[in-house]
């Protein structure tokens, strides 16, 4: 899925040197710092415009950032402006790789503070029920040992078919996301 990035050519409303600082103080936001507030660039932008500057352009460097784009790529999706303001945006992006990378990587651990430690898992054939003679039904039970901040326990879960296909896919596609933040 491509995201898309209209709103790049707002930048151009103010000068090439605010621009800079704008730009770090954007990512400061990413990084759970001090975010540039709209009563500094009133003057400069609408209210629309800023939210759609600020969302613009945080989308584009955690985007840079987690598909690894080069100076060119980056060139692409900022077509609105001119090349002085491109090659600002790719030094912010270039300088500060290393903040916004540890910073997505902390966010998305901090999803979950749960790490699975040991599983275990029986395959049965449900031959009937009490409401149907015949049912012939696989289901898996899975026994997953996860650690918590409050210690460990034993999470069981019934899947039948379709369920573990989800969960299969489920988890590749989670494991696909990570290796591609490890990289």
């Not at 660039?41 to 613009?56: P, V, Y």
């Not at 985007?63 to 912010?92: C, H, I, M, P, R």
């Amino acid at each position: 899925m491509a995201a898309s990035f209209e709103n790049t050519e707002l930048l151009k409303k103010t000068e090439l040197k605010s621009s800079v600082n704008l730009l770090h103080r954007l990512v400061d936001g990413i990084c759970h710092r001090p975010r540039p507030a709209y009563d500094e660039f009133s003057k400069i932008w609408s209210l629309q415009d800023w939210w759609a500057l600020t969302d613009t352009y945080t989308d584009l460097f955690k985007e840079a950032v987690k598909n690894t784009w080069t100076k060119d790529t980056l060139f692409e999706k900022l077509q609105g402006l001119d090349d002085d303001y491109k090659s600002v945006v790719f030094d912010v992006v270039d300088s500060r790789r290393a903040d916004i990378r540890s910073q997505l990587l902390n966010d998305s651990h901090a999803l979950s503070q749960a790490n699975m430690t040991d599983f275990d898992w029986k395959l049965k054939l449900v031959m009937s029920s009490d409401k149907i003679s015949s049912v012939q039904e696989p289901d898996l039970a899975l026994d997953m040992e996860v650690q918590t901040t409050e210690g460990r326990k034993t999470v069981s879960v019934e899947l039948n078919k379709q369920q573990l296909s989800n969960l299969i896919n489920s988890l590749e596609g989670a494991n696909k996301a990570l290796v591609q933040l490890k990289s």
